[in-house]
């Protein structure tokens, strides 16, 4: 997939995560039922070991990467200072290939299958150029912080 710059969406408009959490660096793509994320691994991320970017790291990227389908309801406007609370209730399923090396950009893409109100049932996976990483079908859950 070729990247381009005026297509880069700021993924801090739809996460609250930020460094040294913050898994994935651009959305390329965004609807309502589809998202596809771009991140670059770099040596001091806290997920790489032995110069390869762990599978806890893959998980948490797939997770951020999904979780852009729910906040983008949250973030809409991003200058109002809107909190949130989100996690992964259930993995359903789960396949780890290989892992990638520093340096190397990860696009992760995911498709939302279900949603029940702020719980939803979505199914991604990440690569590298053409080379699956991984696969999973996670449910998530994301809610506003009311003051």
């Known amino acids: 997939m070729e990247i381009k710059e005026e297509n880069l969406i700021n993924i ?48 948490e990227n797939l997770a951020q990467t999904c979780s852009s389908i729910l906040g983008q309801s949250f973030f809409q406007d991003p200058d109002t200072d809107t909190k949130v609370i989100g996690f992964i209730t259930n993995i359903k399923k789960i396949e780890i290939f290989t892992l990638p090396k520093v340096g190397d950009k990860i696009i992760s893409k995911a498709s939302l299958i279900s949603q029940f109100e702020n719980i939803c049932n979505i199914f991604c996976e990440t690569f590298n150029h053409d080379e699956l990483l991984i696969r999973a079908e996670i449910n998530l859950f994301i809610q506003e912080i009311k003051p």
């Open 12 to 59: 801090h408009n739809f996460l609250p995560h930020r460094e040294p959490m913050l898994m994935a660096d651009y959305i390329l793509e965004l609807t309502k039922e589809k998202v596809i994320t771009s991140f670059e691994i770099l040596q001091d991320n806290i997920f790489v070991h032995n110069n390869e970017f762990v599978e806890a790291g893959l998980i």
